[in-house]
T-cell receptor, first 113, second 114 residues
Framework: DGGITQSPKYLFRKEGQNVTLSCEQN?????MYWYRQDPGQGLRLIYY???????QKGDIAEGYSVSREKKESFPLTVTSAQKNPTAFYLC????????????FGPGTRLTVT | AQTVTQSQPEMSVQEAETVTLSCTYD???????LFWYKQPPSRQMILVIR??????QNATENRFSVNFQKAAKSFSLKISDSQLGDAAMYFC???????????FGKGTKLTVNP
């Protein structure tokens, strides 16, 4: 079955540590996205990548980093510079030149204490 | 930056009744895509319905339909014969021309009462 996987579902870290969230897709989509979801805030775009080895900052990129070395993978690193990292993180992908429809993974809940 | 506004943070409906969720947006584009996504308690985002702006006919998917008013920049979602499984957060989104990004509203929490 084609889809997007995010692991783990729940992640706990101590303040000051970097943490990497995994996102893998087997839909052969060119574009991938990372969103952060907080209560009452909807989905806010962190980073996106339209092609391998290229990515752009979204609206709230500070304190985050990404890489896109393979078409199917788009990991997100939450660095210690992110002031409020506790949130629900969603990864999505879409096929370029399509209707902009994005397919989402199940999400990762990150808790930093 | 483009914005998408959902003016109803919460809505409730009786089972089997009809409910309409509101969404407005701003844009200077003439052709674009609009979406409604559903996020149930599992938090998996699910596409409910999609509308292409150049199509005048309102999109319909089973019990879900939209009222797309291009001049008014309005894109409401109507859920007919509401079911308990329709209870979820609903997000309106607009495709941002050229970048292939989506801009999301803040969501409407729908409660379905038995």
């Amino acid at each position: 079955d084609g889809g997007i996987t995010q692991s783990p579902k729940y992640l706990f870290r101590k303040e000051g540590q970097n943490v990497t969230l995994s996102c893998e897709q087997n839909l052969n989509h060119d574009a991938m996205y990372w969103y952060r979801q907080d209560p009452g805030q909807g989905l806010r775009l962190i980073y996106y990548s339209q092609i391998v080895n290229d990515f752009q900052k979204g609206d709230i990129a500070e304190g985050y980093s990404v890489s896109r070395e393979k078409k199917e993978s788009f990991p997100l690193t939450v660095t210690s510079a992110q002031k409020n990292p506790t949130a629900f993180y969603l990864c999505a992908s879409s096929q370029r030149g399509s209707s902009y429809e994005q397919y989402f993974g199940p999400g990762t809940r990150l808790t930093v204490t | 930056a483009q914005t998408v506004t959902q003016s109803q943070p919460e809505m409730s409906v009786q089972e089997a009744e009809t409910v309409t969720l509101s969404c407005t947006y701003d844009t200077s584009e003439s052709d674009y895509y609009l979406f409604w996504y559903k996020q149930p308690p599992s938090r998996q985002m699910i596409l409910v319905i999609r509308q292409e702006a150049y199509k005048q006919q309102n999109a319909t998917e089973n019990r879900f339909s939209v009222n797309f008013q291009k001049a008014a920049k309005s894109f409401s979602l109507k859920i007919s014969d509401s079911q308990l499984g329709d209870a979820a957060m609903y997000f309106c989104a607009k495709g941002e021309g050229g970048s292939e990004k989506l801009v999301f509203g803040k969501g409407t929490k729908l409660t379905v009462n038995p």
